[in-house]
């Protein structure tokens, strides 16, 4: 299994960014993804979520800003984050729990500034 995770950068506060994460090696359609971030200092905590079936869920943080998707022929799950703010400032990571273990992208930071 491999996550491959692609955007990121900086931003201005109110601005958007959007993350891409390409998997491999296992039946994608058939799991739920997860992005989850880490600021500095701080534990992991789950952002978004979509079940096998399209079912979201989101922080409170984030819901209304975020948008998580998927396209299954693509295998690819995408976090758009728009009305970003400082705060939303860490590495995020992709993640699935597979049929042999639980999965993480590279990271990616994302850097918003005020």
């Known amino acids: 299994v491999q996550l491959v995770q692609y955007g990121g950068g900086s931003a201005q506060a109110g601005g958007s960014l959007r993350l891409s994460c390409a998997a491999s090696?296992?039946?994608?359609?058939?799991?739920?993804m997860n992005w989850y971030r880490q600021a500095p200092g701080r534990q992991r905590e789950l952002v978004a979520s979509?079940?096998?079936?399209?079912?979201?869920s989101y922080a409170g943080s984030v819901k209304g800003r975020f948008t998580i998707s998927r396209d299954n022929a693509k295998n690819t799950v995408y976090l758009q984050m728009n009305s970003l703010k400082p705060e939303d400032t860490a590495v995020y990571y992709c993640?699935?729990?597979?049929?042999?273990?639980?999965?993480w992208g590279q990271g990616t930071q994302v850097t918003v500034s005020s």
């Open positions: 090696g296992y039946i994608f359609s058939h799991n739920s």
């Open positions: 993640n699935v729990d597979a049929w042999d273990g639980n999965y």
């Open positions: 979509i079940t096998s079936g399209g079912t979201l």
